[in-house]
């Protein structure tokens, strides 16, 4: 799990750092710290969080291990597994 305000000083300096680790595929998901909520980094609703909130991981498993569930609107399939198994 990497959280957005330990990727640099600056707005611009995190943004920079995030573009490079998505391209080079280091993160592909995103996720709501304090709601443990992860889902797509073009999620409409995860587009809306605080800078602050934002954490970033490498594949499902790996927010899964973390404690996460899925996000409803950007994965609703993983969402209802997810719910199923409460």
Same mark, same amino acid.
């Not at 790996?62 to 609703?76: E, K």
């Given at each position: 799990?990497? /959280?957005?305000?330990?990727?640099? &000083?600056?707005?611009?300096?995190?943004?920079? $750092?995030?573009?490079?680790?998505?391209?080079?595929? &280091?993160i592909t998901l995103g996720?709501?710290?304090?709601?443990?909520?992860?889902?797509?980094?073009? *999620? /409409?609703?995860?587009?809306?969080?605080?800078?602050?909130?934002? !954490?970033?991981?490498?594949?499902?498993?790996?927010?899964?291990? $973390?404690?996460? /569930?899925? *996000? &409803? !609107? *950007?994965?609703?399939? &993983?969402?209802?597994?997810?719910?199923?198994?409460?």
């Amino acid at each position: 799990m990497i /959280r957005q305000t330990t990727l640099g &000083a600056t707005r611009f300096t995190q943004l920079r $750092s995030l573009v490079k680790l998505m391209q080079t595929g &280091a993160i592909t998901l995103g996720g709501n710290g304090p709601g443990k909520i992860y889902g797509r980094l073009n *999620c /409409r609703a995860g587009k809306r969080m605080k800078v602050q909130n934002r !954490v970033f991981f490498q594949d499902e498993a790996q927010a899964i291990q $973390s404690g996460f /569930r899925p *996000c &409803a !609107v *950007c994965l609703p399939a &993983a969402y209802k597994q997810w719910k199923a198994t409460l």
